[in-house]
């Protein structure tokens, strides 16, 4: 089974609507990320958290929530989804200081119409 | 993180080695170099991570130049698999303040028969 894993893997919605992206990972790590990726843009950062009390803004947290539910999860939040969140979103996670590695997951694509 | 320059696709024939090539002339003492490849609209995967000594994995090995101005990701046997885009990045480990990973465009690797 993936270590971290993210639903759904696709995903249609309509302008204005709210959507919830879903992050669980076994890997046991404390922090975990939501990024974002858009062609020729590489991935950015929308929010992060070190442990389910600590929840932080990235580069691109507009228009976007999260909630930290529990070590294992991490959910991603469109309020009131745009065109322009139409993209690629990944979930990782890594552990705490001095470790390297950031562990993804497969990826959403959402599309907004 | 260290600006990095990688050409910007390569090709390789099955079996034999994949030298990928990165620049990064302003790194820093404390700045580890670190390896990640993305298969078409996957999840992006950690390879491997260097300061200044070679490394080596079950993956790949990483040769970093004396002056860590450059180094060197070496797939000793591509397969067809291994077709993804490569990306190097420069970063400290931890900042205390955010993980996170900044991916540039990095080197499109195609293998071949």
């Known amino acids: 089974d993936a270590d971290v894993t993210q639903t759904p893997r696709n995903r249609i919605t309509k302008t204005g609507k709210r959507i919830m992206l879903e992050c669980s990972q076994t890997k046991g790590h404390d922090r975990m990320y939501w990024y974002r990726q858009d062609p020729g843009l590489g991935l950015r950062l929308i929010y992060y958290s070190f442990d389910v009390k600590d929840i932080n803004k990235g580069e691109i947290s507009d228009g976007y929530s999260v909630s930290r539910q529990a070590q294992a999860k991490f959910s991603l939040s469109l309020e009131s989804a745009i065109p322009n969140q139409t993209a690629l979103y990944f979930c990782?996670?890594?552990?705490?200081?001095?470790?390297?590695?950031?562990?993804f997951g497969p990826g959403t694509r959402l599309t907004v119409t | 993180d260290a600006k990095t320059t990688q050409p910007p696709s390569m090709d390789c024939a099955e079996g034999r080695a994949a030298n990928l090539p990165c620049n990064h002339s302003t790194i820093s003492g404390n700045e580890y170099v670190y390896w990640y490849r993305q298969i078409h609209s996957q999840g992006p995967q950690y390879i491997i991570h260097g300061l200044k000594n070679n490394e080596t994995n079950e993956m790949a090995s990483l040769i970093i130049t004396e002056d860590r101005k450059s180094s060197t990701l070496i797939l000793p046997h591509a397969t067809l698999r291994d077709t993804a885009v490569y990306y190097c990045i420069v970063r400290v480990p931890y900042t205390g303040t955010a993980s996170k990973l900044t991916f540039g465009t990095g080197t499109r690797l195609q293998v071949t028969l």
């Open positions: 990782a996670t890594s552990g705490g200081a001095g470790i390297h590695e950031q562990y």
